[in-house]
């Protein structure tokens, strides 16, 4: 690698162009010499021994993109020339490290441009844009209030452990989405009963965040929206390319959900990542199917807690056995078909977990066989080997026991060579035909419970194991 200069700021010859120049120029014409390009590494991961990485510049609030990636003889090539500068491949593939790079840009089968990296200067440091842009936007969350909980842990949306906390009336909620956005549809299927029965009114209300002043007519939406008596917005968006969701990494987003009278929860992405949106907001979930099981969730808890629905007393009150009785021919129909219907779903519900339990105690015992004849078969062809190996050695085993002269011995050798094993491989082969068959010997230490079994099932190794394991099976089969 060349083009050293003395204050240690450029390695390569030629001219150094940004990632806006690059893609300009290949839109105009497609380049065939070597690039060398400069820009903001984002979204690094490895592949086996390849990387694959996208170069950023930005240019106001636009982004330009161009993947990268290291693969082939070139990933060894650029790591021992790093290593020999004092430093690694992994050290420059972090999020926000401002890397100069030289490759050839090429296009993919779908028409997608990239970069194969040949080489990469040793002179990156993490100082890109929007690493900065970051920093900046957790330092003003700080300086706004926010909890540190939501700005310093590395995962902060709501789940089986962290639930979230829904405000004490939820009628009305507004849903602000774009208008062809993946997770739409699946919130909407979580959540569509609850609208039938009128137990939620939701309004949903397009935007574009793709737009360029997205930030700002963001902010005067929420301002429009805060006088109309919404009990939670919820803030949508499905999965997409890392640079479509960075608008919610924009600080203006951020403080217009923190400052939001109305609370305000996220569903952004598919993926468990946390964005400046994610931290400013009430709470937040991974995606947006989480966010509508969690409303449904929330709204059948508060349905079945009501007195109002509640189909038990919540009261003792004095009354004769006859009153009693009267009262309870009196119950509405309705009440008494809710609950044979929630008895006949509990029941429901107790027999698909016990199928369940039963397919997964049935998986166990095929992995188990599987595990067992797999180790019978390797036995099997030990013992065939080992009376190969004997034959092979047979004058030296003989001049070793003193009997090389002797003609009895150079008869009964091989014979025991090769019929002491052919009969242990022919036994094991037998005993392998029985591992299905349960065994009929009571077992001494026999598993008390599914767990004991479970236990069992994961340790098993011979056959005799494994048909007392079909024997003890916690469930009839």
Avoid at 450 to 457: F, I, L, Q, V, Y
Wanted: charged fraction near 25%; proline fraction near 5%.
């Amino acid at each position: 690698m060349n083009g050293q200069d003395a204050a240690g700021r450029r390695r390569f010859g030629g001219d150094l162009e940004s990632v806006s120049t690059a893609i300009r120029t290949v839109r105009e014409g497609f380049p065939e010499s070597l690039r060398t390009v400069g820009g903001e590494c984002r979204s690094p991961r490895r592949l086996g021994r390849s990387w694959q990485f996208d170069l950023v510049s930005l240019n106001g609030r636009k982004l330009d993109v161009l993947a990268c990636r290291v693969i082939g003889p070139e990933f060894a090539r650029i790591g021992r020339y790093l290593q020999r500068q004092g430093t690694s491949l992994s050290d420059c593939m972090r999020e926000g490290m401002v890397l100069e790079v030289q490759g050839k840009i090429e296009l993919g089968e779908h028409g997608t441009i990239f970069l194969n990296v040949t080489k990469i200067a040793e002179n990156f440091t993490l100082s890109g844009a929007l690493h900065d842009q970051d920093r900046h936007t957790l330092d003003a969350l700080r300086l706004w209030g926010v909890p540190a909980s939501r700005i310093s842990a590395p995962d902060i949306h709501c789940s089986s452990e962290r639930r979230p906390e829904f405000p004490s009336q939820l009628k009305r909620l507004l849903v602000i989405t774009p208008e062809e956005s993946h997770g739409l549809a699946d919130f909407k299927s979580r959540v569509r009963r609850a609208e039938q029965t009128g137990a939620l009114t939701i309004d949903y209300m397009a935007f574009r965040w793709s737009s360029g002043a997205a930030p700002e007519m963001f902010q005067a939406k929420l301002a429009e929206t805060a006088a109309k008596g919404y009990d939670l917005i919820l803030v949508i968006r499905g999965g997409g390319h890392w640079s479509k969701l960075r608008v919610f990494e924009h600080p203006e987003v951020a403080l217009a959900i923190h400052r939001c009278p109305i609370p305000i929860a996220t569903a952004i992405g598919h993926e468990p990542d946390t964005s400046m949106a994610d931290r400013a907001a009430s709470f937040s979930f991974v995606t947006p199917t989480a966010a509508g099981e969690a409303v449904k969730r929330e709204l059948d808890r508060r349905r079945f807690s009501d007195p109002k629905h509640n189909n038990q007393r919540t009261w003792a009150p004095k009354s004769s056995p006859a009153q009693a009785t009267a009262k309870a021919s009196r119950m509405p129909t309705a009440s008494l078909a809710e609950l044979n219907r929630i008895k006949a779903q509990s029941a429901a519900f107790r027999m698909e977990a016990q199928a369940s339990q039963n397919a997964h105690i049935r998986d166990l015992l095929e992995l188990a066989q599987r595990r067992v004849r797999l180790i019978s078969r390797l036995r099997y062809f030990a013992f065939l080997a080992a009376g190969i190996m004997a034959l092979l050695v047979q004058q030296g085993a003989l001049e070793a026991m003193g009997l090389g002269s002797s003609l009895l011995a150079h008869i009964l050798y091989p014979i025991a060579a090769i019929g002491i094993p052919l009969s242990a491989a022919w036994l094991e082969k037998r005993r392998r035909k029985s591992v299905s068959t349960p065994a009929t010997k009571t077992m001494k230490n026999a598993p008390r419970d599914p767990e004991e079994w479970r236990g069992m099932a994961k340790g098993v190794r011979t056959i005799r194991g494994s048909r007392q394991l079909l024997a003890n099976m916690p469930y009839a089969r």
